[in-house]
């Protein structure tokens, strides 16, 4: 998949979390990822994991970096995860960097740690990482120009609306189908749920469906009634009327191995 530019500045918060006072290696992180083009947020030292968890909700930053130059990396990252925990921030994600031995790698990954940085880490690649967090992936779709956005469990419709008429379509178009004017028309993200019309469960289907599956026409809240699979539902609880989320899956792999992502809809 190729990779879009980013679509907005990132922000990073560097904490140093405890009695910890070594700050140089922070210091220079948070000057070179500035430089880099990333807007930094500097809790300065003997933080607590509160602290830091709160200044980074408050800022609204796109993740959180500790520095731990003295061996309390383990406890630094538990007390700070529960403390994202309590703000409902778990999303956030912690990345860690300094004298971390190699045999607690898989120690601070299992308890949510995203990224490890040993001492010699170059800035610019930390700067790579952040700026991924803002830069939405350009993704192979089934219907191309269809999705949007970072990751599976993220991703989004994507229509076109007409300010015009104020009618929204789905897939997009190049201009309004009712106003024939492609002057009004603007690609918009559709929502995520909608109401079921109408569905039918197929028993056969032609080769690459399973069976048996079903299909249906969805009202989306704030757009077009598209048709549309349908996923993860009872046979028997299914009715119209009911509402339904959208659940973007893999569908198959391409000549180059690249995933193609297709859309389906679930019950809520």
């Given at each position: 998949?190729?990779?879009a530019?980013?679509?907005?500045?990132?922000?990073?918060?560097?904490g140093?979390?405890?009695?910890d006072?070594?700050n140089?290696?922070?210091?220079?992180?948070?000057?070179?990822?500035?430089?880099?083009?990333?807007?930094?947020i500097?809790?300065?030292?003997r933080?607590?994991?509160?602290?830091v968890a709160?200044?980074?909700?408050?800022?609204?930053?796109?993740?959180?970096?500790i520095s731990?130059?003295?061996?309390a990396?383990?406890a630094?990252?538990?007390?700070?995860?529960?403390?994202?925990e309590?703000?409902?921030?778990?999303?956030?994600?912690v990345?860690?960097?300094?004298?971390?031995?190699?045999?607690?790698?898989d120690?601070?990954?299992?308890?949510?740690?995203?990224?490890?940085?040993p001492?010699?880490?170059?800035?610019?690649?930390?700067?790579e990482?952040?700026?991924?967090l803002?830069?939405?992936?350009?993704?192979?779709?089934?219907?191309?120009?269809?999705l949007?956005?970072?990751?599976l469990?993220q991703m989004?419709?994507?229509?076109?609306?007409?300010a015009?008429?104020?009618r929204?379509?789905?897939?997009k178009?190049?201009?309004?189908p009712?106003?024939?004017?492609?002057?009004?028309?603007?690609?918009?993200?559709l929502s995520?749920?909608?109401?079921?019309?109408?569905?039918?469960?197929?028993?056969?289907?032609?080769p690459?469906?399973?069976?048996?599956?079903?299909q249906?026409?969805?009202?989306?809240?704030?757009?077009?009634?598209?048709?549309t699979?349908?996923?993860?539902y009872?046979?028997?609880?299914l009715?119209?009327?009911?509402?339904?989320?959208?659940?973007c899956?893999e569908?198959?792999?391409?000549?180059?191995?690249?995933?193609?992502?297709?859309?389906?809809?679930?019950?809520?």
């Amino acid at each position: 998949m190729d990779v879009a530019k980013p679509t907005r500045k990132p922000r990073a918060l560097i904490g140093k979390i405890g009695l910890d006072g070594h700050n140089r290696g922070a210091y220079v992180v948070a000057h070179g990822l500035s430089l880099q083009g990333v807007e930094v947020i500097y809790t300065g030292l003997r933080q607590t994991a509160s602290t830091v968890a709160r200044a980074a909700v408050q800022e609204d930053v796109d993740v959180i970096g500790i520095s731990s130059m003295v061996g309390a990396h383990l406890a630094i990252v538990k007390k700070l995860r529960a403390e994202l925990e309590k703000l409902n921030a778990l999303d956030i994600p912690v990345t860690i960097g300094g004298i971390i031995p190699r045999e607690d790698y898989d120690k601070l990954y299992a308890m949510g740690v995203q990224k490890i940085y040993p001492t010699g880490t170059e800035v610019k690649e930390i700067a790579e990482y952040v700026f991924s967090l803002v830069t939405e992936k350009e993704w192979k779709c089934d219907v191309p120009g269809t999705l949007k956005g970072k990751t599976l469990q993220q991703m989004s419709l994507v229509g076109t609306a007409c300010a015009q008429c104020s009618r929204t379509y789905f897939p997009k178009r190049r201009n309004c189908p009712h106003c024939l004017d492609d002057a009004h028309v603007k690609d918009v993200e559709l929502s995520r749920t909608g109401k079921l019309q109408s569905f039918v469960v197929t028993k056969a289907a032609p080769p690459g469906y399973s069976v048996p599956h079903a299909q249906g026409y969805v009202t989306l809240d704030n757009g077009p009634t598209l048709f549309t699979l349908l996923t993860e539902y009872e046979e028997e609880k299914l009715q119209a009327g009911c509402t339904m989320e959208l659940k973007c899956v893999e569908t198959r792999r391409d000549e180059n191995n690249e995933p193609v992502i297709g859309y389906r809809f679930k019950p809520v």
